[in-house]
């Protein structure tokens, strides 16, 4: 494994150096100012592959630029990008496959030895929190999909959302007053109804008996399902959605996820004044 990227070399290793374990994990580091000429010439990557002996074509790439897939293609190798901009996948039409995060990323594809994390059809995450009051959202998901989600407002969470990719996860929720319930969730841009707001909208797995607008809620998000899709027919979103219900309904009984309903961010909601 080896990282090339056009920083500079002193740079590469200021911004890896506070992570344990990066740097060693590396056979060959290579830097902008180690080779003429930087991506989008594909010197930096046959470079790397000259300094692990290996054969340019037996190299996977993994770009978030779009010079940096022109340089990786030149060299003659597989580019899986991963676009660091939302919404750009359409301009990185020379990769390979284009995905929309790492957590997509599947080795086995690409004749690498797969990734051995996944359990029951989910990915294990290390846990994270959001919550707030629930917020009103395009009046769609119960009346056009009969899925009605709990929108929380993405404003004040953008450090959060940044660090978390679009995607379908899922956790458990705690409602103000009312408990602790399994939750599935779409973080993104609904990309079926092409929204050009990112929207955070969990779905309760229990039938409530009324809305509960303006309660505060809770979310421990504890695994990531799938990437968002967009779908030939409202049938087909409506069915994957159902589908992920039930995955993450199974998987919230394993003891691994289970053990997360008792975190006392869901406890705290329900001790908010409303
Ligand atoms: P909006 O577009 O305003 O989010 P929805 O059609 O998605 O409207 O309905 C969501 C609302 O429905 C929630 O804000 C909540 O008040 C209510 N609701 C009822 N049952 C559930 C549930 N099981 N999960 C999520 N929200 C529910
Ligand atoms: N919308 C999409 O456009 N593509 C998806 O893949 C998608 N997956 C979803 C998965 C779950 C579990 C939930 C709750 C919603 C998903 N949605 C998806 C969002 C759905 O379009 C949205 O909730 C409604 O449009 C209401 O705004
Ligand atoms: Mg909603």
């Known amino acids: 494994m080896a990282l090339a990227s056009n920083s500079s070399r002193s740079n590469i ?3 890896i150096f506070h992570h344990a374990g990066w740097k060693e994990s590396f056979s060959a ?7 003429k000429a930087g991506k989008p010439s594909p010197e930096i990557f046959l470079e790397a592959a000259k300094r692990l002996n290996m054969d340019p074509s037996s190299f996977l790439v993994i770009e978030d630029s779009i010079p940096g897939v022109t340089a990786g293609k030149a060299a003659g190798m597989a580019v899986v990008a991963v676009p660091s901009l939302a919404k ?6 020379s990769a390979d496959e284009v995905i929309n ?3 997509d990323l599947q080795l086995e ?5 797969a990734f051995q994390d996944r359990i029951e059809g989910t990915l294990p995450l290390e846990p994270w929190c959001i919550g707030g009051p629930v917020i009103k959202g395009f009046g769609r998901g119960s009346k056009v999909l009969g899925i009605p989600t709990a929108n929380l407002s993405p404003e004040g969470y953008s450090a959060i959302l940044s660090e978390h990719p679009a995607g379908v996860y899922f956790g458990w929720a705690g409602l103000s007053g009312r408990g602790v319930y399994k939750m599935v969730m779409s973080i993104g841009w609904n990309p079926f109804f ?3 707001e990112k929207t ?3 779905w309760l797995l229990h039938d409530f008996n009324e809305d509960f607008y303006g309660e505060e809620l809770h979310l421990v998000v504890v695994g990531y399902i799938r990437p968002e899709a967009t779908f030939s027919s409202l049938e087909a979103l409506i069915a994957k959605i159902h589908e992920d219900r039930k995955i993450a309904e199974r ?3 394993l003891p691994q996820y289970l053990k997360y309903k008792d975190d006392p961010y869901l406890e705290s909601s329900l001790h908010q004044e409303n």
């Open 13 to 15: 290793e200021a911004k």
């Open 29 to 35: 580091i290579v830097g902008g100012d180690e080779v």
């Open 88 to 93: 750009q996948s359409h301009l990185y039409t």
């Open 101 to 103: 995060s790492l957590l």
């Open 109 to 113: 594809k690409w004749g690498l030895p």
């Open 194 to 196: 092409n929204n050009t």
């Open 200 to 202: 955070i909208e969990p």
């Open 251 to 253: 998987a919230l009984e």
